[in-house]
């Protein structure tokens, strides 16, 4: 491949991956590359004075992307949301989101067969699977 890019599709080929490293890569993304240490308490408060301490504060590192690169798959997820596949599951809402949709293949069919989720065992169907985050201008969150 000398001199060729090679590059796959998000969801393209054979993945492995948890839920919460699926938010963690969508993370990375919506802080232009910086990579915070994922936490489910925000801040902790102190009963007496009330001052609070965030969980998180420092980055653990930054990963040397192009922002240019960045940007363009921002703007595509936020395409995603306002007018493709996750359109409907946003309307109404205040606030910007970026996403991607996609389906996590569970049972892989034979070569020339069709699905048919009615033929297949409830827990081999495909399951519907959404990464995004919010809002897609200053992100304060990821799913």
């Given at each position: 491949?000398?001199g060729?890019?090679?590059?796959?599709?998000?969801?393209?080929g054979y993945?492995?991956?948890t839920?919460?490293?699926l938010?963690?890569?969508?993370?990375?993304?919506?802080?232009?590359?910086t990579?915070?240490?994922?936490?489910?308490?925000?801040?902790?408060?102190d009963s007496?004075?009330?001052e609070?301490r965030?969980?998180?504060?420092?980055?653990s590192?930054?990963?040397?992307?192009?922002?240019?690169?960045?940007?363009?798959?921002?703007?595509?997820?936020?395409?995603?949301?306002?007018?493709?596949?996750?359109?409907?599951s946003?309307?109404?809402?205040t606030y910007?989101?970026a996403?991607?949709?996609?389906?996590?293949?569970?049972?892989?069919?034979?070569?020339g067969?069709r699905?048919n989720?009615?033929?297949?065992?409830e827990?081999?169907?495909?399951?519907?699977?959404?990464?995004?985050?919010?809002?897609?201008d200053?992100?304060?969150?990821a799913v």
């Open positions: 491949y000398a060729e890019t090679l590059s796959v599709g998000v969801g393209q993945n492995s991956f839920l919460l490293q938010a963690q890569a969508t993370s990375v993304l919506a802080n232009d590359g990579f915070m240490r994922p936490h489910l308490v925000r801040a902790i408060q007496r004075s009330g609070q965030l969980t998180v504060r420092d980055p590192y930054t990963i040397p992307l192009k922002q240019t690169n960045i940007d363009y798959v921002k703007r595509a997820m936020a395409d995603v949301v306002n007018v493709g596949t996750a359109k409907r946003f309307t109404g809402t910007q989101a996403g991607k949709t996609g389906t996590a293949q569970v049972y892989s069919l034979r070569a067969e699905y989720a009615a033929k297949i065992d827990r081999l169907r495909d399951h519907g699977l959404f990464m995004g985050f919010a809002p897609a200053k992100p304060s969150i």
